[in-house]
């Protein structure tokens, strides 16, 4: 279980954009036991001074959100964002952005663009505000939050209001395989083309956590040496 929580999900392994004839791949291949799909929808901006590294708005369909990423969260309180407005986000996130005792039915303005942060995928609107209303919090122990990163989720239909094609936005895949499944089989099934690769997860995470603990140590060290 807690290897679930420190990498953020119960899957094994993540595979950006792919593409619709790759994810019926992974639906009829028969290595797969669950396969979600994550888009981010927008990133947030104004952040510097709060302490967050990185925010971004995103939609998990339900196999995403169920099966493999509420495993990895805890004391989950609310639901899933249903409406246009609505917004399930970590409770340090919001208390970051103001609001010291955050509650369901709470409104909060978000400064954001759509879009990511990568090249590829990079902003695709001018930056805008919008007045969310708190559906869901809950807490993140993964390498995401300890990198003071908040991911946070919303509608469908947020995402399907959208000004640019779909294409456009960054999404992955969630792959939670069978027992003895073999990823290097999925991986030449898909054909991967542009760069793309399947990620473990579990190792990812456990990078993610020690370039923090080398960072960290480096801090340390300064501090003490009085730089």
Known sequence: LQ???????S?????????TE???????????????????????????????????????DDICW?????????????????AENEIMMPRWAA??????????????ELPFYYG??????????????????????????????VSNEAPMYISKSFLEQAPAKKEQYRSAAYITLKEK???????NLLVLTNGQELQDLMSHAGERIQDMIQIGAAVLLIILCGG
């Open 95 to 108: 208390k970051k952005l103001g609001l010291a005792n955050p509650q369901i039915g709470q409104k909060i």
């Open 181 to 187: 499944a073999d990823a290097a089989e999925l991986s």
């Open 66 to 82: 169920e099966k493999q990423l509420c495993p990895a969260l805890l004391h989950i309180e609310g639901d899933y964002p249903k």
């Open 116 to 145: 990511y942060i990568f090249m590829r995928y990079n902003r695709l609107s001018d930056d805008t505000e919008k007045t969310f209303v708190i559906s869901g919090l809950y807490d993140d122990a993964s390498s995401v939050m």
């Open 3 to 9: 290897a679930v929580q420190g990498h953020g999900t």
């Open 22 to 60: 790759q994810l019926a791949v992974l639906e009829d291949c028969g290595l797969c036991s669950e396969v979600g799909l994550c888009v981010v929808a927008a990133t947030l901006t104004d952040i510097s001074d709060t302490g967050i590294r990185q925010a971004y708005l995103r939609y998990a």
């Open 11 to 19: 899957a094994d392994l993540l595979f950006p954009s792919p593409t």
